[in-house]
């Protein structure tokens, strides 16, 4: 696997400066930032690989946004989960305001459903409550990288084997 | 913030069993598989919100599937770049394969390009290479969880701070 790049020092600087969301965790090792208080230009080795097209993002960052609407909707489901159970009542009038508005931007669902009335107002507050809740407390940050580590693994090692028992497949046929 | 539920222990036991994402990362504190190995009935408290509706998976199951798509578009934009730097040909072979394929479904993607042509395959066992490593290594797994929580935390203030600001507009108007 390749470094990505091997930057001139000033260069470096710049990119680090506009990477404002790396900031606690800088995509550069930690040598580099010793290197920036020495005024002697240098060339130094990224360890990671370059990522192009995110501008003043980053991967990380777009993550955590499609996370972020994700735990909106999983907010709504356990909260209409939970009024099923033991308030129908309220049950009913936020299936009600589901079907009349769409979840693709959660921060905007919550800000309608808070406009609606009083009563969908705690909805909303308590969307908002559970929603933060679930994404500091309940979600298995370490299950997540887990898994999508496994499943990285495997579908590689699919995708390969499939590919090569292709490929023998053929080569039998022709060698008839 | 309710915990999520009081089940009797079977009911408990047959959800753990249904739920293998989760073996390694229980959603149930290690006092509840302690208690699996008596045979007292018992009620148990689980201390994470149910989240309906992911059947045999997870949400970070769920999440990891999502992220697992987003790891290939990266290892794309990671191996285009490098290519347009140094081997022009690859580069424009891969940008017209593109141009040709979505990426919806990267394993598909992938499964395609190896079947292209020779250099295709080169291409696509290096996309593999890439999407691996980048996951396992690259990725800021600590830093997607900090962005997560920060936004959550930002949205729900904003979200608030809109609405009582309008709320007080609307009662300034009218005690006018």
């Known amino acids: 696997m390749e470094s990505c790049t091997v930057l001139p020092f000033s260069r470096s600087l710049s990119l680090l400066s506009r ?19 020495s005024s002697q230009p240098t060339r130094i080795h990224c360890q990671k690989m370059y990522v192009p097209g995110f501008g003043e993002g980053s991967p990380e960052r777009k993550a955590a946004n499609h ?5 909106t909707h999983i907010a709504v489901r356990i909260v209409s989960a ?15 305001f589901l079907s009349r508005h769409s979840m693709n931007d959660g921060d ?3 800000a309608d459903l ?3 009335s009083p009563r969908h107002q705690i909805l909303a507050l308590r969307i908002l ?30 995708l390969m084997r499939e590919y090569v028992l292709e490929t023998s497949h053929v080569e039998t046929e022709s060698g008839k």
């Open 108 to 110: 905007k669902f919550c």
């Open 19 to 37: 990477r404002h969301d790396r900031d606690e965790a800088c995509p550069c090792p930690a040598s580099l930032r010793v290197k920036r208080r």
């Open 129 to 158: 409550e559970v929603r933060s809740a679930y994404c500091k407390q309940d979600f298995e940050w370490d299950n997540l990288k887990r898994l999508a580590s496994k499943l990285m693994g495997e579908a590689n090692t699919t």
């Open 82 to 96: 939970q009024l099923q159970s033991y308030n129908r009542e309220a049950y009913d009038e936020l299936t009600e």
């Open 67 to 71: 996370l972020h609407k994700f735990f």
């Open 114 to 116: 808070m406009r609606e």
